[in-house]
């Protein structure tokens, strides 16, 4: 049985500026590397990874911001929603799982850069496989 839903997935930004579609989930963890938590005003970020030829913008355009050599980060220009993480060098991107409008639909099966996790988060996901740092998906 798949972990995540077969059919797309439909999401969008606070405001409704910026909407998404998703045609499958590839894996879906949550970060804890200090650029997210900067990035989020959180201590963690849940993301799903997709193929980049999955993600479609239906509406709207994603304002970008190169936060690191190579990363460039996407959100909605109006009401800053934070969305999209894009690495150039991989065949994936992230989507925040919050901005989802259906986000228990995808759950993170692991946690990534927990060298950096804040105490706050040390019950979320207690189940989950944690990693100090990155890894390939399960």
Wanted: hydrophobic residues 40%; charged residues 20%; aromatic residues 8%.
């Amino acid at each position: 049985m798949a972990p995540f839903p077969a059919q797309p997935l439909v999401g969008g930004c606070l405001c409704g500026a910026v909407r998404y579609r998703i045609k499958q989930v590839r894996t879906a963890f949550w970060c804890h590397c200090t650029m997210c938590q900067k990035a989020s005003g959180s201590a963690a970020v849940p993301w799903a990874s997709v193929a980049r030829d999955d993600l479609e913008l239906t509406d709207g355009t994603l304002t970008r911001y190169a936060s690191s050599e190579g990363v460039i980060r996407g959100f909605c220009g109006s009401c800053g929603s934070p969305i999209l993480f894009d690495m150039a060098c991989e065949a994936e991107v992230d989507i925040t799982v919050g901005t989802l409008d259906q986000p228990d639909a995808v759950q993170p099966s692991h946690h990534l850069w927990t060298h950096s996790a804040r105490a706050m988060t040390a019950g979320l996901g207690a189940d989950l496989p944690r990693f100090a740092a990155e890894r390939d998906p399960p």
